[in-house]
């Protein structure tokens, strides 16, 4: 007789449904799993068949074959051991054909039968309730990642016996009830802890309100990274889609720390080493790389030049989509990566043109080339370019009130309101204007036009630039609470062009 349990499989961050079929038939004793399995899971049958053993189940000793359906869905991962070992016994124990389909089942076994957690536990959730299912049996370590997010019925279950019985009836097991989103931990860092650097953090605040991307350019030491890690702490809460979309992303990466949901928003710092897969994703199971895991929050490449070049160019789709696509030879999936990006780089291949602490001894040419590795598309998507100095030893000593991230947050989150007004979006930034919305939304007066046109004639800007600085003017302007473009506003958006201006 032919029993039948169901599953999933994650293609990306999706889970789709998987039909576990057994069939035991007379013959030879054998055990085979069909319908495309990776190796992970063609490796389960020893996990599976000591589990059943040891924990006192019947173990057919007959020709078991096992048929992962629809066959054209690439099965990988150890989440299919519960499932498949399920399908097997449930024949012998007779459990009900009918109640054994109420429910979507994963996890790995371990030899003794325990249940370790799965992959992408929350994007099953949504497959169930989308499936209209009586509920989900889930390792008890994936328990909290679903329960934040979904009021689906969740069984959390610990060992393969338990599952047995529940499943015959034998036993009741408590559902997991919903829980509110617990209030978030906040971050250590403050804005307020570094000391000068008023222009550049400045700028991170005009980055944020408008979600436009940045370089900033400056000799090591200077704090780049120091003020980088410190942009999530002026950025809006998450909302509970954003928490929800990111927790998916961990999830199905298996990297979500105690089980918690994604509360903060990320901050990513991959190493210009990394390979293009961990940063872009992909595999031959494509998994999300660090542009996914900087969803809704901060992407920081320090060393920007440095990255790969195909590294650096497959950052232009995520940058104006929101989004990659993996492409392999059978199947292309997409994964979400909607970041801020943030980016750093010397002044030179020596880092310290400019700086008046160390000479360069770079050549003019050699600076240029350094330059150039970053390519003409990639500085297209970034809008604000600023030099970060270094900051005099003198300086530390100086006692000064520095802005606390408290309060720059409140000015960035009044400007994400005008924009929310202005677009009627939850989720649109005037980083992201097209060129009719520039149109529309930045008109200039008589005087603003004047002062742009001059720059426009001084620094030979191109119309890309041109409008990159009416974006800036507009996002200036809702920093001000100001529905009028000013051409103070224009003179600020001019300065945050630096590259602009020096060897470019
Ligand atoms: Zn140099």
């Not at 992959?119 to 989308?130: D, I, N, Q, R, V």
């Not at 969803?295 to 320090?302: A, M, P």
């Not at 996002?475 to 100001?482: K, P």
């Given at each position: 007789m032919v029993y039948k349990s169901l599953t999933y499989t994650l293609i990306g961050i999706d889970a789709y449904l998987v039909e576990v079929e057994s069939d035991i038939s007379v013959g030879l004793p054998a055990f085979n799993i069909v319908g495309l399995p990776e190796s992970t899971?063609?490796?389960?049958?020893?996990?599976?068949?000591?589990?059943?053993?040891?924990s006192r189940l019947p173990f057919p000793e007959h020709r078991i074959t096992i048929n992962l359906a629809p066959a054209d869905l690439r099965k990988e991962g150890t989440s299919f051991d519960l499932p498949i070992a399920i399908s097997i016994i449930s024949s012998a124990l007779n459990i009900s054909k009918e109640r054994l389909n109420k429910?979507?089942?994963?996890?790995?076994?371990?030899?003794?039968?325990?249940?370790?957690?799965?992959?992408?536990?929350?994007?099953?959730?949504?497959?169930?309730?989308?499936?209209n299912l009586d509920g989900i049996i889930l390792p008890e370590e994936n328990v909290f990642e679903v329960s934040y997010f979904t009021d689906i019925p969740i069984y959390p279950v610990k060992h393969l016996l338990e599952v047995a019985q529940f499943l015959k009836g034998e036993i009741e097991i408590n559902r997991v009830e919903k829980r509110d989103i617990p209030v978030k931990d906040f971050s250590s860092l403050d804005f307020s802890e570094v000391v000068g650097q008023t222009y550049a953090k400045r700028a991170l605040e005009i980055s944020a309100a408008g979600k436009h991307n940045v370089l900033m350019v400056g000799p090591p030491g200077s704090g780049k990274t120091m003020l980088a890690m410190r942009i999530p702490t002026i950025l809006p809460p998450m909302t509970i889609e954003e928490s929800l979309e990111t927790t998916m992303i961990y999830s199905s990466a298996g990297l979500l720390e105690d089980d918690k949901p994604i509360l903060i928003r990320p901050f990513r710092t991959p190493h210009h080493t990394a390979s293009e897969v961990a940063i872009v994703g992909g595999g031959t199971n494509p998994k999300p790389g660090e542009i996914s895991?900087?969803?809704?929050?901060?992407?920081?490449?320090?060393?920007?030049?440095?990255?790969?070049?195909?590294?650096?160019?497959?950052?232009?789709?995520?940058?104006?989509?929101?989004?990659?696509?993996?492409?392999?030879?059978?199947?292309?999936?997409?994964?979400p990566a909607d970041f801020l990006l943030v980016s750093a780089m010397n002044p030179c291949p020596c880092g310290h043109y400019g700086d008046e602490s160390k000479p360069c001894n770079c050549s003019y040419s050699q600076i240029l080339k350094y330059r150039k590795k970053l390519s003409g598309p990639i500085l297209d998507r970034i809008d604000i370019h600023i030099e970060v100095p270094r900051i005099p030893v003198s300086d530390f000593r100086k006692v000064s009130q520095e802005e606390s991230s408290?309060?720059?947050?409140?000015?960035?989150?009044?400007?994400?309101?005008?924009?929310?007004?202005?677009?009627?979006?939850?989720?649109?930034?005037?980083?992201?204007?097209?060129?009719?919305?520039?149109?529309?939304?930045?008109?200039l007066d008589q005087l603003s036009i004047d002062l742009l046109e001059k720059a426009v004639e001084k620094y030979k800007y191109s119309a890309r630039t041109y409008n990159?600085?009416?974006?800036?003017?507009?996002?200036?302007?809702?920093?001000?609470?100001?529905?009028k473009i000013e051409s103070r506003h224009v003179a600020e958006a001019i300065h945050l062009r630096g590259m602009d201006r020096e060897f470019i």
């Open positions: 899971v063609k490796e389960s049958k020893e996990r599976i068949r000591s589990a059943i053993k040891n429910f979507l089942i994963a996890g790995e076994l371990s030899l003794n039968g325990e249940i370790r957690r799965a992959k992408g536990a929350l994007s099953s959730a949504f497959l169930t309730k989308k499936l895991l900087a969803h809704n929050g901060v992407l920081f490449l320090d060393e920007f030049p440095e990255f790969k070049r195909p590294v650096i160019e497959a950052l232009r789709q995520p940058l104006e989509e929101g989004k990659i696509t993996v492409s392999r030879a059978t199947l292309s999936v997409q994964f408290e309060k720059i947050k409140e000015r960035v989150m009044k400007a994400r309101d005008m924009q929310r007004i202005r677009f009627g979006k939850d989720n649109f930034f005037n980083s992201r204007m097209s060129n009719s919305q520039v149109k529309k939304y930045c008109q990159k600085i009416l974006k800036l003017s507009r996002t200036i302007a809702d920093l001000d609470c100001s529905e």
